[in-house]
């Protein structure tokens, strides 16, 4: 059984969606309209936009959905998911590929998305950080112990979980993580703390937004962050995804359940590679690869 899933932030690169910009009618028209529903060219910045430029959420959030998106519809009766799953935001990405928001929906609701959690992001100072090689329930309980705002935010495989909160709700957990024998946390380069109380007023912001847009039975499974576990209800896939923005990503979980439900090959579209290399590490054994489309 084939399962496709779909990146989030951070996978963006320069010159992404080019090729099939320029190799695919239906792609092209994709990309237009999306500029316009936008109010601006993002496939100025997508195609020939520095590094710098593409990491402004405003820009990186629809760019990573544009990409996953249209890469699927490119490969036409080519792509046929038994189950999807998308990290964070490829969350939205997975939806709409399976046909439970419409292109226009789901590019709405990204940008929106998106600028509410950068709005969220400048209300209270906040980061995140990688702790790598720690059991999930040690962190946990480092992070349950603390007063400050600081929780596991990302499930991302075993042994990788990553912490977001305040400033000091990350140097407080770096610091007890540390002296119970953690060797690597890294700070990541974030505008904020995604997927944390911090992203409170971003959830309230989208949450009507998320609850007057059509959400239909999608055309497979979809395994969601906030449970790990797969939907096809349009009311409990609604109500998950107004959770999300403060609740973490349960990846392990979900590819865990996926491959329990009978997932055999895992198919990455979009950007980057990020998913494969977790999703080899949760299963060693896992069959992963790339989605591609010929001209």
């Not at 010159?15 to 496939?43: D, S, V, W």
């Not at 929780?151 to 610091?175: D, K, L």
């Not at 946390?185 to 505008?191: D, E, F, G, T």
Request: contains cysteine; hydrophobic residues 45%; negative net charge.
């Amino acid at each position: 059984m084939k399962a496709y899933v779909f990146p989030g932030q951070g996978a963006q690169y320069p010159g992404m969606g080019m090729e099939l910009y320029n190799n695919f009618p239906e792609a092209r028209e994709m990309f237009e309209k999306a500029n316009g529903i936008l109010g601006f060219r993002i496939t100025d910045v997508m195609f020939s936009g520095s590094a710098e430029e593409l990491k402004q959420t405003s820009v990186t959030q629809p760019a990573i959905f544009l990409h996953s998106v249209i890469l699927t519809r490119a490969m036409g009766a080519g792509f046929v998911p038994a189950m999807v799953a998308g990290h964070s935001l490829g969350e939205f990405s997975a939806l709409v590929a399976a046909g439970a928001l419409s292109f226009d929906a789901g590019l709405t609701l990204v940008a929106a998305r998106a600028d509410a959690m950068q709005k969220a992001c400048s209300l209270t100072p906040s980061t995140m950080a990688a702790v790598i090689g720690m059991d999930d329930a040690v962190v946990e309980e480092v992070c349950a112990s603390l007063t400050e705002i600081i929780v596991p935010a990302n499930y991302n495989s075993p042994g990788q979980i990553v912490i977001s909160g305040t400033i000091e709700g990350v140097a407080r957990a770096t610091e007890e993580l540390k002296a119970r024998g953690g060797k690597r946390i890294i700070p990541l380069a974030v505008s904020g703390a995604f997927h944390s109380p911090c992203m409170e007023p971003a959830r309230l912001e989208l949450e009507d937004a998320i609850r007057r847009t059509d959400i239909r039975p999608p055309s497979c499974p979809v395994y969601q962050n906030v449970t790990g576990m797969p939907t096809t209800d349009p009311g409990e896939i609604t109500d998950n995804l107004i959770a999300q923005l403060t609740s973490p990503v349960r990846w392990t979980q979900s590819v865990k359940r996926m491959i329990a439900d009978g997932a055999t090959e895992f198919i990455e579209a979009g950007p980057g590679n990020v998913l494969q290399g977790l999703i080899r590490k949760i299963d060693p054994a896992a069959v992963t690869y790339a989605a591609s489309v010929t001209p």
